[in-house]
């Protein structure tokens, strides 16, 4: 199989949200129809609902962690402390690549938008903001943390 980055980067530029983007790149990997994978993501992106808390790449990728190291049963505590290790340790290796987990820091502005009603995508939104950067590091670090047996993560001089 080959990297999902490219999949996820063209899903965010042809109009979809950062969560819907990286969740709907990989959600199919684990039997997950993508008209439900952009239903059940799409409140996620814009930092939540646009809030612009912690970023919709960071909530697709927990997201995702969940379908291959999900906890069922209440009584499993190991199995729950292993799934939120692994979401902790992914989502550290973003806060190391960009410095922060919130959208409004990764966005360079301060608090909510004041409407829930998105911003138009025009060639001028894609080239102001950091979000398709953003959506392929996400992407890398499923990859990574996911689906290492699959050979899909390819080390950057980022990393």
Excluded: W
Excluded at 86 to 98: C, I
Excluded at 135 to 155: D, N, S
């Amino acid at each position: 199989m080959e990297s999902r980055v490219e999949k996820a980067q063209e899903l965010f530029c042809s109009g979809y949200n950062c969560a819907q983007s990286v969740f709907a790149a990989y959600a199919d990997l684990f039997g997950m129809d993508q008209e439900t994978a952009l239903k059940l993501s799409c409140p996620m992106g814009a930092g939540i609902g646009r809030m612009r808390e912690v970023c919709g790449t960071v909530c697709a990728m927990a997201m995702l962690s969940g379908f291959g190291h999900g906890n069922t049963d209440p009584q499993d505590e190991e199995a729950k402390k292993a799934a939120y290790e692994l979401v902790r340790r992914m989502a550290q290796e973003f806060k190391e690549e960009n410095g922060t987990l919130l959208c409004r820091e990764l966005l360079g502005i301060s608090g909510m938008e004041e409407s829930a009603a998105p911003t138009v995508r025009t060639p001028e939104y894609y080239a102001s903001r950091p979000c398709l950067g953003i959506i392929g590091c996400a992407a890398r670090i499923v990859e990574k943390y996911l689906f290492p047996e699959k050979e899909l993560y390819k080390p950057t001089e980022v990393d």
